[in-house]
């Protein structure tokens, strides 16, 4: 018997709308952009099911033209607007312009066109189909909802926790061609005042899972989206599925828009005829939600014209257990009955093994109620060692049915020796790891829980499980973002729509031999091999195996996989992939909007064996301050060669060296300035130009500093003029500056300088890419001078022209923000740290990561490496972990960011010995490099890298001279110690930044 909900039963339609809904009006788009209310303050659908726009025939002629063709929609609307337009004025005998006719031929001219118009209008008319007469629906468009009360509708349990998106009932009328459906939520409908949100209703119009757009369990050649906020709609539109791929969103193809109207908790909306004139008895709908920010609901079930939905859960009893000869049950079914009670005459199963099943007699699921049914074993031959499987793979049922669950996938008796590519995962439970990392990531689908490798029967196998749905996706795939006033709209899409799917992917990069540095760097390896699995709705669409060759990823095959509810397993041919040699493995998973994780081992890194780990630049600089200072950059990377600066004392200039490995060096320095005696040299790479920027400064007294931009070609670099900027209000000798390019191309150079004493001061080029001009300079540190020349300050762009200043005044490391938009500078500095000791040895030092992050490191008073962030409207705040808190007398501090995962690289010396930690997230991880007792000073790195074999760093050493040595991190690749027997060693790692001290996670981009 049919149940309405409560809602329907207590009319509560009637109640007065806090909200008042928004009258649709044409806008000659596709996308129907509702204006301002109108004085039915809803979204107005007339009997023909279409928009009242703004004339008869504006509105019939876009409608009837997108919906029955172009040529029906010229002619309702161009001939009937033109025609009885100019028509009636020419039987008046006055032309448009409103003057009368004044010729006899004109006349007969005109009576030609006007024949010929209406023949053209009765050809073409029959063309189109007409609506039904007398009222088509009982259904009207008006946000009241009063004419749902007879209508029977489906309620549902919670699942989001956004409210507002959170579908709680849903009803569908079909009447006269109209599909009339309404949608109720648990808050209010389109209530974010900042952002967009979207009702998704997927048709299935043949009933046909196998074909159309996949949605969930249903193939939809219709869909209709419906766009709000504020409480108010923002667009809807209707549009048919032109594809063959059952994934691509691209293929959707709009045909115009429909009737809709929400008030408060409720949303209902109306599909014309026109629009579904080849539309099934037997068809079926989906509905979801989402707001846009994470959070999205979906109906449990399909439904159709007919009432009632059957949904089934389906739970293996043994779990990773084996099925005994003494086991009964296998297997627990869940059936909920939506709406209306369902038969259940009969269930088929999908069986492997030797073995039968005790018959289930039909049976009856009362409407809203949960009906548990057991599979039991009713007879076996058991042959130990046997694959079994029992899954449930279609209801007979007077309902839609849907099936949830991959049943039961087992062994009889004894589990198999070896790996097996079955969806059982029973053999990997005592070889998983376990991601130690507890926070989420935004989608937890993605979000690694699990993972492991195996070498076994001249195969190589690898594990991975997620907190979420394996291969999940998402059948919904874009991101809508509310344009504010004055803000362009949303780009028109290119003339060739690229594929848009909402597939998740697991990715499992493979370095078989560890001792060569060659092959696609990813996660600290070099991968030779990938294994690239795509899926949506748990379900695995391609497996795929690809070879690096050549500097690009070649498709070589596919490879065995299986997935289960949150799991995968997948294998490759040791005879596909070569000669293995302390192979390493490295997973990643992401999803279509590029939320990922990754995992590898917390293996160590092992002191390097080889004679040569440590490389020299130049070993005759003779100068204690060549690399000086460690907050200043010195060496980069521009794709192709390292470039690293000094200071050469024998030269008595700063000077430069390319090398394309960091081994070996050019060995034919030049110098960096026409300038003899500038120092402390400062560099910045703009790798998108090719082009480096330079500052120094000499010895000699004065208030300026030298600035030069080259322009990289291969081997060498084109320098154009010095320039000298004003940094300082008095003369100064040996100023140290810091050079830097913001977002916008505007070049920043920050600098000690003097006032009355020591300070600080900022200047911005007046052109972009430019540094022949140079802005008024800006005193940074407000609070006043210092009374000792330990000035060190530094520069890192952010989004937008923003800038960020951090210096060291004597003891006071402070920072300072500059806003793009205003052209102005914070009111005052930020403290963010005092400390004491060695002036020069204590940092700090500053990169900026893909979320505008800021991160900072600096020596305490103690010789402790203490670790501070900024996230992009907050204060500084103390990490919940530091790089360096077990050993004193830690100098020179230097930090790295890899742009490929927001990991930031901290270096610092002790004893004469350079440590590294790596962050990445969520914990420092020692890195142990090279052992070297040679007296260090100036440690500095490069700022940034996409690949951990770009982050080098340098600094002076005494040996019988100065010298100038590098090292950097693909050296120790060669060193990892192999774990487990197989050489294949999983990395754990998260990708998410979960920020310090308020367990705070967000998916990380690409910078």
Not at 12 to 23: A, D, E, L
Not at 493 to 518: C, F, H, K, M, W
Request: proline share 4%; net charge negative.
């Amino acid at each position: 018997m049919a149940k309405k909900s409560p809602r329907f039963r207590n009319m509560p339609f009637s109640r007065k709308h806090k909200k008042k809904t928004r009258s649709l009006r044409r806008t000659g788009r596709e996308d129907h952009v509702l204006s301002a209310p109108s004085h039915n303050g809803y979204t107005n659908a007339g009997p023909d099911g279409v928009m009242n726009g703004r004339t008869n025939g504006r509105v019939n002629g876009r409608v009837n033209g997108r919906v029955d063709g172009r040529v029906n929609g010229r002619v309702n609307g161009r001939v009937n607007g033109r025609t009885n337009g100019r028509t009636n004025g020419f039987i008046k005998g006055t032309l448009p312009n409103g003057r009368g006719l004044q010729k006899k031929g004109s006349m007969r001219r005109y009576s030609t066109i006007i024949i010929s118009l209406v023949v053209l209008f009765a050809t073409i008319t029959v063309l189109i189909p007409e609506s039904p007469p007398g009222p088509a629906t009982s259904i009207k468009i008006d946000g009241k909802f009063s004419d749902w009360s007879g209508v029977p509708s489906y309620s549902q349990g919670s699942s989001t926790s956004d409210q507002d998106v959170d579908i709680s009932e849903f009803a569908l009328l079909s009447e006269n061609g109209y599909v009339s459906i309404y949608v109720g939520a648990r808050g209010t409908i389109f209530e974010d005042p900042d952002g967009l949100d979207s009702v998704y209703i997927f048709i299935d119009m043949d009933g046909d899972p196998q074909t159309g757009y996949r949605a969930q369990d249903i193939g939809a050649e219709r869909l209709v989206q419906v766009v709000g906020s504020e409480g108010s709609i923002s667009s809807t539109r209707v549009a048919t599925f032109q594809g063959t791929d059952p994934h691509n969103w691209s293929a959707w193809q709009s045909i115009g828009g429909c009737g809709a109207a929400v008030a408060e908790n409720g949303l209902e909306v109306q599909v014309h005829p026109n629009q579904i004139m080849a539309i099934s008895e037997n068809f079926q709908v989906r509905i979801g939600m989402d707001n846009y920010d994470g959070a999205s609901s979906w109906s449990r079930v399909p439904f159709g014209p007919r009432f009632g939905a059957l949904q089934v859960v389906q739970t293996g009893l043994l779990g990773r257990g084996v099925l005994e000869t003494t086991t009964s049950y296998i297997l627990e079914l869940r059936f909920r009955a939506f709406g209306s009670d369902v038969e259940v005459q009969g269930l088929n199963f999908r069986k492997a093994g030797n073995f039968s099943l005790h018959p289930i007699d039909a049976f009856v699921v009362p409407a809203d109620t949960t009906v548990r049914k057991y599979v039991s074993v009713s007879s076996q031959t058991i042959v130990p060692g046997e694959f079994v499987e029992v899954s449930l793979a279609s209801v007979d049922a007077d309902a839609t049915v849907t099936i949830l669950g991959k049943g039961q996938r087992t062994y009889a008796v004894t589990k198999p020796s070896e790996k097996r590519i079955d969806g059982f995962f029973g053999d990997w439970q005592d070889e998983i790891l376990v991601d130690v990392d507890t926070r989420l990531t935004e989608n937890p689908n993605v979000d690694v829980n699990g993972y492991s490798t195996n070498l076994s029967n001249q195969n190589v196998f690898a594990y991975l499980s997620v907190k979420g749905e394996i291969l999940g996706g998402l059948f919904t795939p874009e991101k809508r973002a509310k344009v504010s006033p004055g803000e362009p709209g949303e780009p028109s899409p290119p003339s060739r729509i690229p594929r848009v799917a909402g597939e998740d992917a697991a990715l499992i990069y493979i370095d078989t031999n560890s001792s060569i540095s060659q092959g696609y760097p990813v996660g600290g390896l070099r991968a030779d091999y990938l294994v690239r699995l795509t899926g949506i709705g748990g379900k695995i669409i391609a497996k795929e195996l690809f070879e690096w060759d050549t500097g690009r990823w070649k498709n070589v095959g596919s490879v065995e996989a299986e997935a289960g509810d949150r799991e995968l397993e997948i294998s490759v041919s040791t005879a596909r992939l070569g000669e293995l040699n302390s192979s390493r493995v490295f997973f990643q998973t992401t999803d279509w909007s590029r939320n990922h994780d990754k995992a590898w081992s917390n293996t160590t890194w092992s002191t390097r064996t080889e004679s040569r780990s440590i490389y020299v630049i130049e070993s005759t600089a003779s100068s204690a301050s060549s690399t000086a200072y460690s907050h200043q950059r010195k060496i980069v990377y521009d794709g192709t060669y390292f470039w690293a600066f000094y200071y050469d004392g024998d030269e008595g200039k700063t000077m430069y060296e390319y090398s394309s490995s960091g081994e070996g060096w050019s060995n034919s320095a030049v110098s960096a300035f026409s300038t003899s005696g500038a120092n402390y040299a400062s560099v910045w790479l703009d790798s998108g130009n090719s082009t480096i920027y330079i500052v120094g400064d000499t010895s000699a007294s004065d208030s300026t500093v030298i600035t030069r931009k080259g322009t990289i070609s291969g081997t060498s670099i084109s320098w154009g003029s010095e320039y000298t900027v004003t940094v300082s209000g008095s003369d100064l000798g040996s100023k140290v500056a810091f050079i830097s390019r913001s977002s916008t191309g505007y070049i920043w150079i920050v600098s000690s300088c003097q006032e009355t004493n020591y300070n600080t001061a900022g200047v911005r080029s007046t052109n972009t890419d430019d540094v022949s001009a140079w802005d008024t300079r800006t005193v940074l540190r407000t609070a006043g001078d210092v009374s000792n020349n330990y000035v060190f300050p530094q520069i890192v762009p952010l989004l937008g022209g923003d800038m960020y200043a951090v210096w060291y005044a004597d003891g006071n490391i402070e920072g300072r923000g500059y806003d793009a938009g205003t052209s102005s500078w914070d009111t005052n500095e930020a403290t963010i740290a005092t400390t004491a000791g060695s002036k020069d040895k204590m940092g700090p030092s500053v990169v900026v990561d893909s979320s505008q992050t800021l991160h900072l490191i600096y020596s305490d008073s103690n010789g402790y490496i203490q670790y501070k962030y900024k996230e992009t409207s907050g204060s500084w705040t103390d990490g919940s972990s530091d790089p360096e808190t077990e050993s004193q007398y830690n100098f020179y501090p230097t930090l790295s960011l890899l742009t490929t995962s927001d990991d930031i690289y901290a270096f610092y010396v002790r004893s004469n010995q350079i440590y590294c930690q790596v962050w990445d997230g969520s914990s420092w991880t020692e890195i142990t490099l090279t052992s070297d007792t040679n007296t260090k000073a100036h440690l500095t790195s490069t700022y940034s890298g996409s690949d951990d074999g770009e982050l080098p760093w340098i600094w002076r050493q005494e040996t019988l001279d100065y010298e100038i040595a590098i090292e950097r991190i693909p050296e120790f690749e060669q060193v990892i110690l192999p774990i487990l027997l197989t050489g294949l060693v999983p990395f754990v790692r998260r990708l998410t930044r979960c920020r310090k001290g308020h367990g705070e996670c967000s998916g990380a981009t690409d910078r």
